[in-house]
């Protein structure tokens, strides 16, 4: 393994310099590759959502891109990209040192975001400061428009449009099947706490009962003393914002309860393939925040997605991943019309709109308003769009089959 | 107050505490013969679980069964650190508080090179399998299986090691080191033997908790340091150096953590944990069940 990896790099950097040596000296300055830098958590509580959504889109694009011969650069012709990575080990304040010394030291020309709605946060600041647009594929927060960065990019649906999706979908539950008791779980950290800040009045509003809020710190061990309290209260409608490792743990133990609540939604990790692996005929009915799909009416979509298992031998998550993609595609967009400038890029993504993987795509003050929140639920191995109807790849199916 | 339901929280969470106590008797059991606080304690349980987890998925081999496997590989593995990292320190007469200080750093060390080891092997991604998984219905209450199943193997496992300690030439070896190194050497016991078994019993013990813990939760390579620190609460509980006295700490943790969170919230989960350590340290500081109430560092027997 280690041998055929080192033969693949030696060959690769071998042909670049072949390459490098039959050109003018001139011309050799210019074709240097184009830097991008980015942390991504590989180790600690992040490291599992960011190796699934982020990392393997990021390496996917750069092959795709480095295969057409470079970054289609407006007035450079094709430069390679070359990756400048460090591992933030989820620690967020090595996120920001690692940020910092991207743009003074290793002065790269582009950054690519980190994993997460704190880590995002964190990182905002430095890059606006230096001017470094950054498009978050990961970022779900309300704080955002109120922090004034105008060179911060989020191009998820934000908790606000997320959860009005799904207290829609709820309310059209509750018109259905007459089903009203809530239970809702979040982590306690910055994603669970403003989507819970944004779902309950909403819930109030929709004259539902609530019959539980718990927050529970990230990496928790043990939901199941909370899970029985929803289970005893009656919970029909059960919502969880919850990031990967709680997402697995709350169907999991669930299941063991035999807590069998009409809607079962977690958020985070549900549009990962792993969770369909891991529960198989029980992730049935499964809802999550999200969603996306490879029948998605938008062009490169199917394109993506076999591209994604050809390379890494598994399939993209059905939310983010797509996003991430989508946002590497609206960076080589802007760089192949305005160049490397990295004030004009930013005007390229405050004006355009975007034709990608995940559908149009336009920024109002640095949020994508073109992609509106969505449900997703697990139906027969596929994570089906349920709402809202116009988005929608399947009915909803309420209520969600008996645990397996 | 649901009453039914506060009693189900209570079982839910004694059958955790089986598995707390499993998990701190081995670290316990290092600490009181050897003075070697091993940090590295939830790493060897988090390879224990990897083991499982692939003896199961790749073999098919039953993740009880799979015990059998897993304690030993990780016991032969922890008789190799002793002889490799602690042996030389050991036979090298210091002072107690020099001894505690430098084994400390040697298992951080451990710690870092087997976290690192299995991200390298076996990367980030969640891994889980589903075995057991299902309700139990037992008189109108319902059980998760898994953790029944997992806690009735953790007790015939501390049954095992307490009659062993008890019944057996090397574990009264053992006990008689605890209780009294210098008489225990002048009758014969061979120390750096008894050491190596005994650090080895550990890690086997924490390789059997990691086995019992991967029906219950998703592996990834950083889930060890969290039971390394239950552990150590529990053994301060407990009591340093008692085994006994481990068990009961670790139920009454599993316990106290769940009907905590249950009346609270789980963001408490650590903040209830750490507050029955500081109560007891304040009140007893020779833990809760030392009904001698000797000092930490003259540890009693099992």
């Given at each position: ?54 990392a ?6 750069l ?30 304040e ?8 991207m743009?003074?030291?290793?002065k ?6 980190p ?65 009203n ?51 005893a ?77 050809a ?91 008996k645990?397996? | ?21 499993l ?71 210091r ?21 690192n080891?299995a ?184």
């Open positions: 393994m280690i041998s055929r990896i080192a033969r693949r790099t030696f060959l690769k950097g071998a042909g670049a310099i072949a390459a490098l040596a039959g050109l003018p000296a001139s011309a050799r300055a210019q074709m240097g590759p184009v830097r991008i830098g980015f942390t991504l958590s590989a180790t600690g509580p992040y490291a599992v959502g960011a190796g699934i959504t982020q393997p889109n990021y390496q996917l694009w092959d795709q891109v480095n295969a057409k011969g470079g970054l289609q650069i407006a007035g450079d012709g094709r430069r390679p990209i070359q990756f400048i990575e460090y591992d933030d080990r989820s620690e967020i090595t996120a920001v040192r690692l940020y910092e010394r743009i003074t030291e290793d790269v020309d582009l950054l690519l975001p994993w997460g709605t704190a880590m995002n946060f964190a990182v905002a600041p430095i890059t606006t400061k230096h001017g470094y647009p950054l498009i978050g594929p990961t970022v779900g927060s309300l704080k955002l428009k109120d922090l004034g960065l105008p060179y911060f990019y989020a191009i998820l649906a934000q908790p606000d449009a997320m959860m009005q999706a799904l207290a829609a979908f709820l309310g059209d539950v509750k018109r259905q099947h007459q089903l008791k809530v239970g809702v779980i979040h982590v306690a950290d910055l994603f669970g706490l403003e989507h819970q800040g944004a779902l309950i009045p909403l819930l109030k509003e929709g004259g539902f009962e609530v019959v539980d809020v718990k927050g529970y710190p990230l990496g928790v061990k043990d939901l199941s003393d909370v899970l029985r309290g929803m289970r209260g009656g919970v029909d409608l059960f919502l969880g914002l919850t990031y990967p490792p709680d997402t697995i743990l709350a169907t999991t133990q669930s299941r063991t309860i035999d807590f069998q609540p009409a809607v079962f939604y977690t958020a985070v990790g549900t549009a990962f393939p792993f969770f369909r692996d891991r529960f198989k005929a029980s992730a049935e009915g499964v809802m999550g925040v999200g969603a996306w799909n490879p029948r998605v009416p938008f062009p490169g979509a199917k394109a993506y997605f076999d591209a994604h298992v390379k890494h031998k598994k399939e993209p998550d059905r939310w983010a991943s797509a996003f991430a993609y989508a946002s590497l595609q609206i960076l080589e967009d802007s760089v192949a019309k305005v160049g490397l400038d990295r004030a004009k890029i930013k005007a390229h993504l405050d004006t355009t709109e975007f034709t990608t993987v995940v559908g149009p795509v336009k920024f109002t003050r640095g949020i994508n308003t073109a992609t509106p929140g969505m449900v997703g639920q697990w139906q027969k191995g596929e994570f089906e769009v349920v709402w809202p109807p116009e988005r929608a790849t399947a009915k909803a199916i309420v209520p969600k089959p645990w397996e | 107050m649901n009453v039914g339901l506060l009693f189900d929280v209570a079982m839910g969470g004694l059958l955790l505490g089986g598995l707390y106590a998990i701190a008797v081995g670290l316990n059991l290092q600490y009181g013969l050897m003075r070697v606080l091993n940090v590295a304690h939830g790493e060897l349980l988090m390879i224990g679980g990897y083991l499982t987890y692939f003896l199961y998925v790749d073999l098919g081999m039953n993740p009880i069964l799979s015990l059998v496997v897993t304690g030993p590989a990780v016991f032969v593995f922890g008789v190799f650190v002793h002889a490799g990292l602690y042996r030389r320190l050991l036979r090298q007469e002072t107690r508080e020099e001894l505690e200080a430098n084994s400390l750093l040697i298992s951080f060390g451990l710690l870092f090179i087997l976290q080891g991200l390298l092997v076996w990367s980030a991604d969640l891994r889980g399998y589903q075995y057991l998984d299902r309700p139990l219905r037992i008189a109108g209450t319902i059980w998760p299986t898994n953790r029944v199943v997992a806690f009735a193997t953790a007790a015939v496992v501390t049954a095992l090691l307490f009659l062993f300690l008890r019944k057996t030439l090397a574990g009264t070896a053992l006990r008689a080191l605890m209780q009294a190194p210098v008489g225990a050497r002048l009758m014969g016991v061979n120390v750096p033997r008894a050491h190596a078994l005994c650090f080895g019993l550990g890690a086997g013990l924490a390789a059997i908790s990691g086995s019992l813990l991967s029906m219950l939760f998703e592996l990834t390579p950083f889930i060890g340091l969290p039971y390394t620190i239950t552990a150590l609460v529990v053994i301060i509980l407990g009591g340093l150096g008692s085994v006994g006295g481990s068990l009961l700490g670790g139920l009454l943790l599993g316990v106290v953590e769940s009907v905590g969170v249950y009346l609270t919230a789980p963001d408490l989960r650590m903040v209830i944990s750490y507050g029955v350590l500081v109560l007891v340290l304040v009140l007893r500081p020779s833990g809760l069940f030392n009904a001698l109430a000797r000092r930490p560092g003259q540890a009693e027997g099992t």
